[in-house]
Every structure is written in C-alpha cells, then in structure tokens.
C-alpha cells in the first residue's frame, strides 16, 4: 500500500518531535547543573548529559530519517519556498546532512569531556590556576579539530565551527565583518577616552539582592517575557534554555554592590527569552522551533538590554520606580546622572561587564586568538601571555592575573574553540539594524517607549523576526526584515549618535569612517 505524502510527513514530523523533546530533556539537566545541583552530583551529570548527547545523535542520524527525508524532497518542491512543510523538510534535510557527517562515539566523547572540563573550570578559576586547566584545554582544542576535520574539504578550519552557530557565515565573512568594525570603531573609542570619565558611583554601595532582581523581572515583564511559559533563577552564568515551547527559562546572577548585574543580565536574557517564546506555536517540537543563528538570538538580547534598556526615554519612565526601589541611594541623584552611568564607556577587563562601545573589542581580540590556536600559531600554554598581549595593545590594560583574564569566559572551557564568539559582535550590529527597521515602519515607537510601553516594538519583532524561528536562514531573515543584508551602518550610527550627546563630541571627532 502505498503511504500519503501526509502519512510521511506526520513521521517525519514524530521523529522530530523525540529528537526535540531529547534536546529539551538534555537542557533540562543542564540547568539545573547551573543553578541548584549540588557539587556532588558532577560526575552523574556529566554521564548523563553525555547519554542524552548520544540518544539524540543515534536518532538524527538514523538511516530511516536520512530515507524519508529523501522521499519527502519532492513533495517539498511543489510547495512555496516560505510554505511551513517546505522549509521543515530543507531544514530537516539540512540537520541530517551535517549530523551524519559525525560518528556518535565522538559526539559522546566530546559531550562528556566538555562536562568535565565546565566541573573543572568552575573551581580553577577562583583558584586562578590556568595550569590545571592547560590539559584539559589542550584536549577541547584537539577535540575541535577533530570535530571540523569532520566536514573536510573546507576553506578554513573555523568554518565549521562557525557555520554550528551562525549557518551561512564563513570565517572569511566574520573577519571581514570584524576588521570593518575595528577600524569604525577605533576614532570613536580614542574620542571618547580624551573626554572627563562619568561618574558612575550612583551604580555602587549595597543593593540588597531580592529588590534587584524584582525590579529587572518587572522591566522585562513589560518588555514582553511571559512568565506562565518562563521564570528566572540565579546562576554564575546568565543564560536563557528553551526546555520547550512553553518553558523558556532565563538566568541571572545578583551582586550586592553593583546593580548594573542582575538588571542588564536579566533584561539580555530576556531578549534571548522573548524570541524563544515568540516563535509560532506550530513551529514548536521542530527543527524550525527556535532561533535562527546565534548572530540573530543575540541581536535580540542586545536591543532589550541595550538599545531599549539602556535609553534615556526608558528610564525616564522606570527611573522614578528605581529611585522607590532604593529610596536612600537614588534619591540625590538625577535621572541624567543615572542615566550617564549605565552607559559609561571604559576600557575594562571582563568582556560581560564591558560598555556598548569598547565590547566588541573584546570579541575581536578573543576571535583572533582562537584563530591562532586552531590555526596551530598559538599553544595552549602561551594563551595567558598572548590574552595579556592584546588587552595592553588593544584596550591599553594589563591584567592582573588568569582568573580576570584568559579564564574568565566559560565557552573555551564548557564548549569548543572556534565559533565561540563572534555571535555575540554579529547579534550588537544586527540590534541597531533590526531597531532602525521597526522605527521605519513604526516612528511613534521611541514615544511609546518612554511612557513604559513596549507592544509595537515587541509586536513588530514578532512579526518580522520571533514567529518564523528557524524557517529563514539568518541572512534571508534580515534581507525580509529590514531590505538589505547585515551591514555595520546602523549600528555605527547609533553609537555615534548616542556617545556623541553623551560624551558631547564634536562632529569632527567622529569623521573616522569615510
Ligand atoms: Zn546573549
């Protein structure tokens, strides 16, 4: 008897569903490592996660997917190329091609030392002790290798690495993204850093901890995260995990004398939150059923916590209930005085406490130096000195030891090297050019914004970008959504215009970009 195209579809759609609800289950696990398992339960943790890593490659790469996916290509040509069954079956097609191309020993493999590598690093870097890290490092770069070697022939080794986060992007198009950047970006940090520092000591003294994290939920509340499909824990770490479509976790991390913390890392995660949430219930238990790219998921972290949260319409709406929040340390101290200090701009040590302006910085010169050691320029044990190198060169700082320095970032030691993260510099452009878009098609949003309302935006960003998960790749998503390809120009333009009021810099100051 012959099946119906629908009769294929539907198991099709069944196997994608457990490979879902497995990967749903694996960042169950992973969470809670992150937030309330005791120390005592890493080694189970790290089996287990290794097993889920394992089950769900067995069933992304079982022959009989890889067979009705074939049988389904044909019947996914006669549809439109923007049709939901369409682009499930490309993508779906698109998963199985690259998952088989890796043996399930390996992924287990890499899973289980990415496990214990996270256990170590956790403790090692209090400890500031590079030195027990170093084999383990070594090991994840060997492993890294090892996984791109996988998808031979390749232009450049960090191609495949880079195409897991940001599919379509290349090593080649991040350096050229990154070198345009660096250079736009070099007469603005310089005039800046000529100008008197901010005062920012409004932001410092103790905070006590539940009132901080209320008050950034409230904010992203407003924003749109929905909590009856959501809620937010303490971690090291901020992240935002997608369990399932209806739980869509977020993460902050509280420190009593700096606000600035749990606030902007809640309203991050809340972005990354809100396109998780946003993506068409129909979507749901797919491959399409979450972000696009990691370039776009941070875009949308970046225009909560920065384009939207730290602007002055914002908080001249919530800036009277912080000042009720902590009513004895804002009371002094005017809303252009706040307002200044969350957007200081500073050369500093740590990439998630850095400004608007100098954080890519921090991207580029961590991007050069996995290059170097993918490329094989640079060993493992000559990482702290050359981290030390570029933070005097490039941000005029010395670090003081590897805990603050080439320690002070997870993904080498909880992940891969290579990829890890120029997502973070595409999602700061893409922010400025999604946010130009929707002002575009909504010019009344800055108003709305300053009375507390957030629904076109959210609405427009739901329309253009949330809904259609993973049914576009990235760079089709932002041709439909703002009409051109990625491009650094509106980005720029937002940082010269905001610094330039903030820092009163003259217009010449800023003419580095012809
Ligand atoms: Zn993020």
Redesign the pocket.
């Known amino acids: 008897m012959q099946r119906t195209e629908k009769d294929l579809l539907g198991e099709l759609r069944g196997r994608l569903a457990e490979i879902s609800d497995l990967a749903g289950t694996a960042a169950i696990l992973s969470w809670d490592q992150s937030t309330y398992m005791p120390a005592g339960g890493a080694p189970a943790r790290g089996r287990q996660l290794a097993l889920m890593s394992r089950l769900a490659h067995e069933r992304r790469t079982d022959p009989e997917l890889g067979r009705l996916i074939d049988v389904l290509k044909s019947y996914a040509e006669k549809l439109p190329a923007d049709h939901d069954d369409a682009a499930l079956i490309r993508v779906a097609a698109r998963d199985f091609a690259k998952a088989i191309r890796v043996p399930t020993a390996f992924v287990e493999r890499f899973s289980a030392h990415q496990s214990t590598a996270y256990d170590a690093w956790t403790r090692a870097r209090p400890a500031n002790d590079f030195a027990s890290m170093r084999p383990l490092l070594e090991r994840t770069l060997e492993l890294s290798r090892q996984y791109a070697e996988f998808f031979a022939p390749y232009q450049h080794i960090m191609d495949p690495l880079i195409d897991d986060m940001d599919e379509g992007m290349t090593c080649a198009s991040v350096r050229a993204l990154l070198v345009e950047l660096r250079a736009a970006l070099s007469g603005l940090v310089r005039a800046i850093t000529e100008k008197p520092a901010i005062d920012d000591r409004c932001l410092h003294g103790n905070f006590a901890e539940a009132p901080q994290i209320d008050f950034g939920l409230g904010i992203a509340t407003a924003f749109g995260y929905d909590l009856a499909r959501g809620r937010l824990d303490r971690t090291h770490h901020p992240?935002?995990t997608r369990f399932s479509g209806g739980d869509i976790r977020i993460t902050t991390r509280v420190y009593p004398d700096d606000l600035t913390q749990a606030l902007f890392s809640t309203l991050?995660?809340a972005?990354?939150g809100m396109y998780e949430q946003g993506v068409a219930a129909a979507l749901d238990g797919t491959p399409l059923g979450s972000g696009t790219s990691a370039g776009v998921?941070?875009s949308q972290?970046?225009l909560w916590e920065n384009v939207v949260g730290r602007s002055l319409g914002l908080w001249g709406h919530f800036y009277p209930r912080l000042q009720a929040a902590f009513p004895d340390k804002f009371k002094n101290v005017p809303l252009e005085t706040f307002h200044a200090a969350i957007n200081k701009v500073e050369p500093s040590l740590i990439r998630t406490e850095a400004d608007e302006v100098t954080y890519n910085l921090h991207i580029i010169l961590r991007f050069d130096l996995e290059l170097a050691m993918l490329e094989g320029r640079l060993a493992v044990k000559d990482l702290p000195e050359a981290w030390r190198a570029r933070y005097q060169s490039d941000l005029g700082l010395s670090s003081p030891d590897d805990r603050d320095g080439c320690m002070q970032d997870v993904h080498w030691f909880g992940g891969s090297i290579g990829g890890a993260f120029h997502s973070?510099t595409i999602?700061n452009v893409l922010s400025a050019q999604f946010y130009a878009a929707a002002l575009r098609a909504h010019p009344e949003i800055p108003a709305e914004i300053a009375e507390g309302r957030f629904s076109t935006l959210k609405g427009w960003l739901d329309q253009n970008l949330y809904r259609h998960g993973r049914k576009f790749e990235a760079d089709e998503l932002v041709r439909r959504a703002t009409g051109e390809p990625m491009t650094i120009r509106p980005y720029m333009d937002y940082l010269t215009r905001k610094y330039g009021e903030l820092y009163r810099l003259a217009p010449a100051a800023l003419a580095t970009r012809a």
């Open positions: 992240f935002c991050h995660e972005g990354h998921h941070e972290s970046r973070y999602g």
